[in-house]
């Protein structure tokens, strides 16, 4: 389709601890508007990627040795990460990450700190989390250490949505999470992504799910892309299905 090329990965290169190459020339599209998989196992390079987009690599001792990395045409490389939010681009971590000893409505609130857009919208937005969110707002007054881990995820998702992104990069939100939870939160992201129009490049080891949700997908192998393709002709390659879907 034609739509507006957001993030373009091209040719990246990352070594860890200047020795370690763990990303072999990786390149990527995100289009305006998409949701697109960043599909693999264990160790293939998927966090690596976003991490590098996101400029998180230097308190791991990795760097990004060749490529470049652009957003709407700008090179980002050397942007930092609240930097990067400004520009509209926000990355949830592995792992959930929310602030333990603060309330579910409190770590939603941290999510708006970069905004000088005033209090009002900032409450309109947070409405918009809880419609897309019903669960986050019955927990809105837990402390989001009590919460669950799926409740956790759709923390962090909602914490992202009101730095009113325009892309949000996903890494494995079905990590740890019950079949269920992970079909109930990809059709969440989907919902964001059709009602908000917000893009999303989301890293995923549950090929199954990430295909039926994503219109795209790469497929990462030690740190090189091996096919990428529309999500419904993945779904329906051979080889994805014998290696990555399980079924023959
Ligand atoms: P996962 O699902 O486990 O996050 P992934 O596809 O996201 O897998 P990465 O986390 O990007 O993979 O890791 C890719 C490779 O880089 C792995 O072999 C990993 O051991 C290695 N690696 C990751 N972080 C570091 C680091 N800080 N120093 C050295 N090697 C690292």
């Not at 990352?14 to 020339?25: A, C, E, S």
């Not at 308190?59 to 930092?80: A, C, F, N």
């Amino acid at each position: 389709t034609g739509a507006e090329t957001l993030l373009e990965v091209n040719n990246v290169e990352v070594i860890y601890n200047h020795v370690i190459l763990v990303l072999k020339g990786v390149s990527l599209n995100v289009p305006k508007g998409g949701i697109t998989a960043l599909l693999g196992g264990n160790g293939a390079g998927k966090t690596t990627t976003l991490k590098a987009i996101s400029n998180l690599l230097h308190s791991e001792r990795g760097e990004v040795t060749k490529g470049s990395i652009k957003y709407k045409g700008e090179e980002v490389q050397d942007l930092d990460p609240a930097k990067l939010v400004k520009k509209g681009v926000i990355q949830v971590m592995e792992g959930r990450h929310c602030f333990e000893h603060l309330t579910v409505e409190e770590n939603l609130m941290t999510g708006a700190y970069t905004r000088n857009d005033g209090a009002g919208a900032v409450a309109a937005d947070l409405e918009m989390v809880y419609s897309y969110f019903p669960r986050l707002r019955e927990r809105r007054k837990s402390q989001a250490g009590y919460t669950s881990g799926g409740e956790q995820q759709m923390c962090a998702i909602g914490r992202a949505l009101m730095s009113r992104p325009e892309t949000i990069l996903l890494d494995e939100p079905s990590m740890g999470l019950a079949p269920q939870l992970v079909e109930q939160i990809f059709g969440i992201v989907k919902a964001v992504n059709e009602g908000e129009g917000v893009s999303f490049l989301l890293a995923e080891q549950n090929t199954n799910v990430a295909l039926r949700f994503a219109h795209y997908g790469y497929i990462l192998e030690s740190g090189r892309v091996v096919m990428d393709g529309p999500a419904a002709d993945l779904r329906e390659n051979p080889d994805v299905k014998e290696f990555y879907l399980g079924v023959g």
